[in-house]
């Protein structure tokens, strides 16, 4: 279903460990959307607000989405100055249509209404729109709605608002972004109130869109708003999605799963630093266009009110801002966007490629002369290279023992403002310290740049191959590079700036290397016919081979490295 994509929309998940409040409980395969540990890459805006009937919009935010017929149906908010909210429809056959397809106001509500939720209900074969709105007529005016079509792709069709629960309990303070799922017996209103709390009504599915129980506290904690819950195909487990603020970016996204819809709900990826979408776990594989990860949907394995979700993996529709464009503007007036996440196809397992007490695994490779020398060490659970006031040495490489071939690695480097040197990370890389090695003993191969006084260098790609020996991302000549050639777009901290820990990334399949810096795309390279070439075959190197943390010849580097971690595809 999400083969026409522009990119890969398909999370395939890794087998973790999910530490739950009532244990720790093994993931297997099968439930890789419960993993705590995501990795996802957004490219451009998928689309902006527009003109429509003779008012500029400021926002377009809030998407649901269900595929139906063979397009992509999507329902959002947009948000005016003539109107403050409405609720617009757009569909297309690919994403890369999205930013083109018309955009119509619905005109089941005059009024205020926004933060629209689409399904099919099958017990009515109707499909059913639950949203957020206000009329004066109602008791009380602002209430959960919805409305109702037997024609999807008509938004005229849609029939007039009308209140859902028709009362507010008295304990609640406020109530918004309203969602409802179904199971076999029940549908559940679930609902948030930007206190830290999620609610819960529910009503039977004959009852359906009436009857709904008082709400009761479902989940309390670190949570803000839109708290949109989802099946697992064909498993007894749910997945709820709930905004947060304050994590990496202004708002980001934390999951818990559940056994029942009226069950308790445990935390899965639900912390700062390990949450389910983010900006520390979302790279931007084009110019950036956002800061904060707001408001997500789950592109969903069926359209009805199971709202169900492949076990193995799903796309996800998102609104997002740059921190620039939403600085001073109330919230009303914030340039809201669409987009998408996407992650690479590596179902692997993650592996830690250091242990955090000693160098297992790993192995220095260095002419004999260096080899008394300590620079590579482990010092308060990091490797540390650190070569100051040590004199002169040659290269000095930090080996893995094990080989790899198609991977996606990720590990944090800190660098240090006394340090002038020069390190890197050496990939699909083989040792040669044979009678024909240059210097007495090589590693040949690809290396990704570190170079801390050039930052425009890092992410870059150097072949360090004998034959080679030149810049292959950019393609240049030699060793030169200048700031005019370096990286379009990069963020850098040294060790006293920020969190003093610079996030690197590096994917390879294939011919193709790709390498993000805190989240930005640096290279993009796609290295058929010189990855592969006689040089590099001849070195067996460039597709397969060792990874290793650099120290350049004579260079006086104090850098560290932590959290190593890469998975491998299994396919």
């Not at 040659?394 to 996606?408: G, I, R, S």
Request: proline share 5%; glycine share 10%; charged share 25%.
């Amino acid at each position: 279903m999400l083969s026409n994509m522009r990119r890969l929309a398909v999370i395939c998940f890794t087998a973790v460990i999910v530490f739950a409040l009532r244990g720790e409980v093994t993931a297997n395969p099968e439930d890789g959307i419960l993993s705590t540990r995501v990795q996802w890459t957004t490219g451009k805006s998928i689309a902006g607000p527009m003109r429509i009937d003779g008012e500029s919009w400021l926002s377009i935010k809030d998407p649901t989405i269900v595929r139906h017929e063979g397009k992509w149906h999507v329902f959002c908010t947009v948000r005016g100055t003539t109107r403050s909210h409405a609720i617009v429809y757009l569909s297309f056959a690919d994403w890369d249509q999205a930013e083109e397809a018309e955009q119509r106001i619905l005109s089941c509500h005059e009024g205020y209404f926004c933060a629209p939720q689409v399904f099919y209900f099958r017990p009515h074969q109707k499909w059913y729109m639950i949203c957020q709105a206000s009329d004066d007529s109602w008791t009380p005016p602002y209430q959960p709605a919805f409305a109702t079509t037997d024609d999807l792709s008509d938004p005229d069709s849609w029939s007039p608002l009308t209140p859902l629960v028709g009362r507010k309990a008295d304990h609640l303070n406020a109530w918004l972004d309203f969602w409802v799922i179904g199971d076999e017996e029940k549908a559940y209103l679930f609902f948030t109130s930007l206190d830290g709390k999620m609610w819960r009504a529910d009503t039977g599915l004959e009852a359906f869109p009436q009857g709904w129980s008082d709400p009761v506290i479902c989940l309390e904690g670190d949570i803000f708003e839109a708290g949109h819950i989802y099946r697992i195909q064909g498993q007894p487990q749910y997945l709820a999605i709930i905004e947060a603020q304050g994590g990496h970016g202004w708002r980001y996204q934390k999951s818990y799963g559940a056994d029942r819809l009226d069950g308790e709900w445990r935390p899965i990826a639900a912390t700062r630093d390990l949450a389910f979408a983010s900006m520390r776990n979302v790279d931007q594989a084009e110019e950036r266009w956002t800061d904060c990860i707001s408001h997500v949907e789950l592109i969903r394995a069926g359209n009805d009110e199971r709202l169900e979700v492949a076990p193995q993996g799903t796309g996800v529709v998102f609104q997002g801002v740059l921190d620039s464009d939403r600085q001073g503007k109330g919230y009303g007036a914030i340039p809201w966007r669409l987009g998408l996440l996407e992650s690479y196809p590596f179902d692997g397992e993650w592996i830690s490629l250091f242990n955090g007490n000693d160098l297992e695994g790993w192995t220095v490779r260095c002419l004999p002369e260096d080899r008394e020398k300590v620079f590579w060490k482990v010092t308060d659970g990091v490797i540390e290279c650190d070569s100051l006031g040590q004199g002169p040495h040659d290269y000095v490489w930090l080996m893995t023992d094990k080989e790899y071939d198609d991977f996606d690695l990720r590990l944090k480097f800190q660098a240090f403002r006394e340090s002038k040197g020069n390190s890197g990370v050496q990939i699909r890389s083989r040792y040669d310290d044979g009678p024909e090695a240059p210097r007495g003993g090589w590693l040949d191969g690809p290396q990704i740049d570190i170079h801390p006084t050039g930052p425009y260098r890092i992410g870059l790609i150097y072949d360090e191959t004998r034959e080679e020996k030149r810049w292959i991302y950019p393609s240049l000549k030699g060793s030169g590079i200048t700031e005019s050639q370096g990286a379009k777009s990069w963020e850098f901290n040294f060790h006293d700036e920020g969190n003093g820990w610079n996030d690197l990334r590096i994917y390879c399949e294939g011919t193709v290397i790709r390498t993000f810096l805190n989240g930005r795309l640096v290279s993009d390279y796609d290295g058929k016919g010189v990855l592969d070439d006689a040089a590099h075959r001849k070195r067996s190197v460039g597709l397969k081979g060792h990874i290793a943390l650099q120290l350049h010849t004579n260079d006086a580097l104090k850098i560290r490295f932590k959290d190593i971690i890469l998975r491998e595809s299994t396919q």
